[in-house]
Nanobody, 114 residues
């Protein structure tokens, strides 16, 4: 069983940056693809970014050029660096393990507002 714990969310002004972290328990982290999904109020959950165990990344068009996903297998941690944030990025962000996701974190709220 893998548990995922996100951190790093918060309130940020438009144009600002945040870095989300996701720490995974267990010894299989390095074998898992890791991803970030988000869900805004009244909208469907959507994939933001995913990184395979080999380091290949896929980024949603809506955040391409602004968000970067990375991982540190020595720390069992995945990251989502978010730059140039805008109000449309406001959502609950979930860390996932596996592709398609098998494991989900509890979510961390990101609010972009002036």
């Amino acid at each position: 069983q893998v548990q995922l714990v996100e951190s790093g969310g918060g309130l940020v002004q438009p144009g600002g940056s945040l870095r989300l972290s996701c720490v995974a328990s267990g010894s299989i982290f390095r074998f898992l693809a890791m991803g970030w999904y988000r869900q805004a109020p009244g909208k469907q959950r959507e994939l933001v970014a995913i990184i395979t165990n080999a380091g290949t990344t896929k980024i949603a068009d809506s955040v391409k050029g602004r968000f970067t996903i990375s991982r540190d297998n020595t720390r069992n941690t995945a990251y989502l660096q978010m730059n140039s944030l805008n109000p449309e990025d406001t959502a609950l962000y979930y860390c996932t393990g596996g592709d398609p996701p098998t494991y989900w974190g509890q979510g961390t709220q990101v609010t972009v507002s002036s």
